[in-house]
């Protein structure tokens, strides 16, 4: 279906000022607003249109897309409507309005709302990935009556407040003059249906609050604080509508043998002064247990060693990146009678070959 012109649907020229094409679409809006035109299905098409308009022409970035290459050009860029989606437009409208309207759309059953809980994992888990089980309270279908409010077998008749359709209309004021706003009964709680005998389990409200048990898995290469979501997981929503999401967000424990930076892994070792001078063998801790390292003559504080391979995997990919132990010179003090004799007598040969050395080395 061929799109209509950004500017037409707005009823803007192509000149106008952000403030202009601000002002048309709130004029569209008031007039075109679901809430204002529950009984009309043309209106809620047109204000979709004029939300996704205004959300292309009130940037300034996707305006000159659209002003230079059209449609074809804002989907090229990898911008479409249905990404935009209707939540964005709802936002659209929430910035414009605030509660004007009750805070967005009220028509059609609300969705669950979404549930966060934490778990702690430690960087061991990390290099492989591990599972979890979380444990939450969440809002779920009455099973007794299976959500529709009733003790099983007694009968329910529509609401007589709101003839049924769950909802009344209320006049209110707001800053936009007289307007009509759609609510969900509060008789029947917006359901259209009176339950003649409450069910003994939910006291007709069709939903428990429950204790849920949930396997999660963690993958390997996660960051401190990402987030797993679990479509669907989250409280129940009204009858007909979506379940809420479950978050899972995700602390990753320090460890102070460790930092972290990516899929790198920095380790601090402590080599005494001697072993960095001679050379020699330490062991140094890695993600997977003590590991024998070659410390090589001549190695100078701060210099890394590398561990090829011995670091995280990516969150989401292959290998794994590397370890890097950075020396730290450990020298001696309290050194007893023969200790600094030797260290002296080091020192005076070190300092010879000093004095032989250096006048030669212009
Ligand atoms: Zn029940
Ligand atoms: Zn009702």
Not at 279 to 306: C, D, F, K, N, Y
Request: glycine content about 14%; aromatic content about 4%.
């Amino acid at each position: 279906m061929a799109k209509r012109d950004y500017y037409e649907v707005l009823g803007v020229s192509r000149r106008a000022s952000g403030d202009e094409i601000k002002k048309s679409f709130r004029r569209l809006a008031r007039e075109l607003h679901p809430d204002v035109n529950a009984h009309d299905p043309e209106a809620e098409e047109k204000f979709k249109a004029a939300a996704e308009a205004y959300e292309v022409l009130s940037d300034s970035g996707r305006r000159r897309t659209y002003d230079q290459l059209g449609h074809d050009g804002l989907r090229a860029g990898g911008w479409s409507s249905e990404t935009a989606g209707f939540s964005s437009i709802q936002d659209i409208f929430q910035t414009f309005f605030g509660d004007a309207f009750g805070g967005g759309f009220s028509r059609g059953p609300a969705a669950g709302g979404d549930v966060l809980v934490g778990v702690e994992v430690s960087l061991r888990d990390v290099l492989d990935g591990t599972g979890r089980e979380v444990s939450f309270e969440a809002i779920s279908v009455c099973e007794h009556c299976h959500g529709n409010g009733a003790e099983p077998g007694t009968p329910i008749h529509a609401c007589e407040r709101c003839e049924g359709t769950g909802q009344v209309q209320e006049q209110m004021r707001s800053v936009f003059g007289q307007v009509v706003r759609a609510m969900p009964c509060n008789v029947c709680g917006g359901d259209g249906r009176l339950a003649e005998t409450p069910c003994e389990t939910c006291s007709g409200a069709g939903r428990v609050a429950d204790e849920r048990t949930w396997e999660i898995d963690v993958p390997a290469g996660i960051e401190d604080g990402q987030r797993i979501r679990i479509s669907g997981a989250g409280h129940a929503g009204d009858p007909g509508a979506r379940q809420g999401d479950l978050y899972v967000e995700v602390s990753v424990e320090a460890d102070d043998r460790f930092i972290r930076q990516g899929t790198e892994i920095v380790t601090r070792l402590d080599v005494p002064v001697t072993t960095a001078m001679l050379g020699g063998e330490l062991t140094v801790p890695t993600l997977e247990g003590e590991l024998t390292v070659e410390i090589p003559a001549g190695s100078q504080h701060g210099e890394v060693l590398r561990l090829p391979g011995m670091g995280l995997p990516p969150l989401r990919g292959s290998g794994r990146g590397d370890q890097h132990v950075v020396v730290e010179l450990l020298v001696p003090r309290d050194l007893g009678d023969d200790e600094q004799e030797l260290a002296r007598r080091l020192d005076e040969s070190l300092g010879a070959r000093e004095s032989a050395t250096s006048p030669r080395t212009d």
